[in-house]
């Protein structure tokens, strides 16, 4: 079931919707549908992304496996590339607490 909401638009704004509108074949309410369905899904995944760096930064901080960025950043170009390519190897630790931090991590 499909709820009402009210929008108020500046007039130029509305004109610029009007005529993107019908420029691609569609009226303005479906215009405006797609570009509010594009724009949640950009916000879910943009929080998706935030939410899978805090918890990697806490596995991160309880010890959990670091790689070298450049052994990363090689085998990603190799499997780019098409080319067989062997996982990076994790960086052995002593002490998790021990290993500085290079960025702060912010919740949102």
Known sequence: ?????TLKLPEELKARIASAAQAS???PHAFMI????????LAEMRQS??????SSAAEVDT???LY???DVQAYILAR????????????????A??????TKRTAR
């Open 25 to 27: 074949g569609r009226t």
């Open 49 to 54: 992304f935030i939410n899978d760096a805090i």
């Open 63 to 65: 010890g959990g496996a």
């Open 97 to 102: 607490k021990n290993q500085p931090r290079t």
């Open 80 to 95: 780019t590339s098409r080319k067989t390519a062997k996982r990076p190897k994790p960086i052995v630790r002593t002490d």
């Open 34 to 41: 797609e570009a509010l369905e594009v724009q949640a899904h």
């Open 1 to 5: 079931m499909a709820a009402t909401t």
């Open 68 to 70: 070298a960025m450049e």
